[in-house]
Every structure is written in structure tokens, then in C-alpha cells.
């Protein structure tokens, strides 16, 4: 009788060590993320460099369970260096599994700052994300749900600088207009509130605040300078002069294609309502993809009296008059 009473209470203790192990294995095998997490396996990381990235990233519960199962089921040494999503509700194996297969589920793309619409396209076709001559014709009230934008009459592309110049992991499975849309979501971000009343004050629509910050874009030699061609920009309209820069006409030209090294006087002569030396005022749109610090400087620019500049050896070198900056010209231009 004692030896039953003794074989049931470890058939008990048993059948507890056997719930527990199941509960904690169960509790473990799943990951807890509960949106998709982005992740970047290189070459030669380890299995326990990998455990700690997804305990940090909150994939897992426990990096000792993620390396125990790895080295039991031999998924150790089958780990492929790869860009990986991983959706919420997978089991540690559907990692292991995912790791094991190589095909990368994102894209990391960057978006340099002054880009055109045309360079981005480009750089998105080489990562056979999108078809180049389709996306730059995407419209903006494809991707606009708030009707923020009134695109320019007679902008060659309605996207052009709208697009936020960024870091982006895209997913290989969007579509063309997805892309867009997430490029342009990151432009309503960093354009806030404050920005758009601040635009307010100013009497701009954002198409011409962008505009502006665009040519600053293209214009400006280093950060400092920004604001500073930002306030020659603004002088300049409100003398009723042209804008006469240098980088609006090639856009013109090219359409945002290619560079143009050097203008010759029979280039400035260009038709074109980008012409800023035909032409009066702002351009009909942007000429390329504005970073934040542009869009600061074309929202809150210098306040000074330069009329022109032009390209020294050390950035810009600024004048007031005309016969001030002919000398400028003269010194710096060979």
C-alpha cells in the first residue's frame, strides 16, 4: 500500500514537472512582438548576437530558450545573412525557418537630401521596387488623403518634392503608390502643424514653401548657408527681381535627369516657367526633394539686404549690389 501511495505521488509530481515544462516551453516558443519588426541579419553574426537583438527589439521572451532551441534542432549553423520581417504571432521555429530561407522581405533604401523625382525612381527601380517611368507620374491626390497639396500649374511632376529625403525599409510586396504614400506620410511628419501655420503667416501655400526650400536645396553649399540664400530668395520677390537661379534652369532643362555642369547664356534663354531668369517669382513647384533643413530656412529665413551670390572657395560669397557682386563674379569665376 505504502509503495502505490509512493508511485502515485510521483505519477503526480510527474505529471506537474511535465505541465510546467509544457506551459514554459509553450510560453517561450512564441514571439510577442505586436507589430512587425524590421530586422537585419548579417554576415558571421552569431546565434547569441541574434538572441540578443530580438530580446532588445522585444521579438522574444528569453534569449537562453531562442539559443537552447537553435542548438537542438540544429538551426544553429543554417542562419542566412538576409532583411527580414517578422510578423507578429510567429513561433520561434517560424523564425529559425525564416532565417533559414536567405530572401530578404524589405528593401533598406536611402533617399539622399536634393534628390529629384527622377533620381528617387531611379534608385527605387535598381531595387526592382517600381517602374521607373510609372512612379514619377504618380499623382498626388493618389497619395495625399488630406489634400494638403494644390500641385503648381505646369509642374512636370505633381510628387516632385514630396517625397521626404529618408532612410526607408520597404517591403518588396508594395506596390508603387504604397511607396509613394509611405514617402509622403513622411513628409506630413516632419511638416507639422507649426510649419504649415508658420507658412500661414507668410501668405505661402506648403506647394511654395516647398518650392523655395527646394532651390535652397539645390543652392546651398553647406548647412549654414541656408537660411541666408532663403533671405536672398525673399528680397529678390519682394523687389519684384528674378530669381535668376542657376539650378532651376538646368531642372528646366533636364527635368530633374541630370546634372548640368555648366550654363552657357543661350541655356538661360531655356522656355520654361522654371526659368527663374525668364521668369518671375517662384518656380511652379519644387526641383527636388527638400531635407528638414531646408524647409527650416525656407520658413524662417535670414534677415539681411543681399541681392546675390555666387560660389566662392569656401561656399557662398554674398554682395548688395550688383556692381559688388560683378567683382565677386569676376574673383571666383574662371
Known amino acids: 500500500m505504502k509503495r502505490i501511495i509512493i508511485f502515485i505521488s510521483l505519477l503526480f509530481i510527474l505529471a506537474i514537472i511535465a505541465s510546467t515544462s509544457i506551459h514554459i516551453i509553450r510560453r517561450y516558443s512564441q514571439t510577442i512582438n505586436t507589430g512587425s519588426v524590421y530586422l537585419v541579419i548579417k554576415e558571421g553574426q552569431s546565434l ?26 540544429g538551426f544553429d549553423k543554417k ?44 534608385r527605387l527601380e535598381e531595387r526592382n521596387l ?100 532663403s533671405g536672398v530668395i525673399y528680397n529678390r520677390i519682394k523687389r519684384e527681381m528674378p530669381l535668376q537661379i542657376d539650378a532651376s534652369v538646368i531642372y528646366a532643362i533636364t527635368k530633374g535627369e541630370r546634372n548640368i555642369g555648366r550654363l552657357y547664356k543661350s541655356n538661360l534663354k531655356f522656355e520654361s516657367k522654371y526659368n527663374t531668369y525668364l521668369y518671375r517669382g517662384l518656380p511652379p513647384g519644387p526641383i527636388a526633394s527638400p531635407g528638414r533643413l531646408s524647409i527650416e530656412a525656407a520658413l524662417y529665413p535670414e534677415e539681411h539686404d543681399y541681392l546675390y551670390y555666387v560660389l566662392g572657395n569656401n561656399g557662398h560669397v554674398f554682395s548688395r549690389t550688383y556692381e559688388e557682386h560683378v567683382k565677386n563674379v569676376n574673383k571666383y569665376i574662371k
Open 48 to 73: 547569441e548576437d541574434i538572441s540578443k537583438i530580438l530580446l532588445d527589439r522585444k521579438v522574444i521572451r528569453s534569449s537562453r530558450y531562442f539559443i537552447y532551441y537553435g542548438k537542438i534542432k
Open 79 to 122: 542562419i542566412k545573412p538576409g532583411n527580414y520581417i517578422l510578423s507578429p504571432g510567429l513561433k520561434v521555429e517560424g523564425i529559425f525557418k525564416k532565417f533559414q530561407s536567405g530572401i530578404s522581405d524589405f528593401e533598406i533604401v536611402t533617399i539622399p537630401e536634393g534628390f529629384t523625382l527622377y533620381q528617387i525612381a531611379s
Open 130 to 229: 517600381v517602374k521607373k517611368d510609372s512612379f514619377i507620374n504618380i499623382k498626388l491626390d493618389e497619395i495625399d488623403r488630406r489634400k494638403l497639396i494644390t500641385p503648381g500649374k505646369g509642374v512636370y511632376y505633381e510628387a516632385e518634392g514630396f517625397l521626404f529625403p529618408d532612410t526607408y525599409y520597404v517591403p518588396k510586396d508594395l506596390s508603387e503608390k504604397e511607396i509613394a504614400e509611405l514617402m509622403f506620410h513622411r513628409f506630413e511628419s516632419v511638416f507639422s502643424e507649426k510649419y504649415g501655420q508658420r507658412a500661414k503667416e507668410l501668405g505661402l501655400s506648403i506647394n511654395d514653401v516647398v518650392t523655395i526650400a527646394s532651390l535652397i536645396e539645390r543652392e546651398a553649399a553647406n548647412d549654414e548657408e541656408r537660411k541666408r540664400i
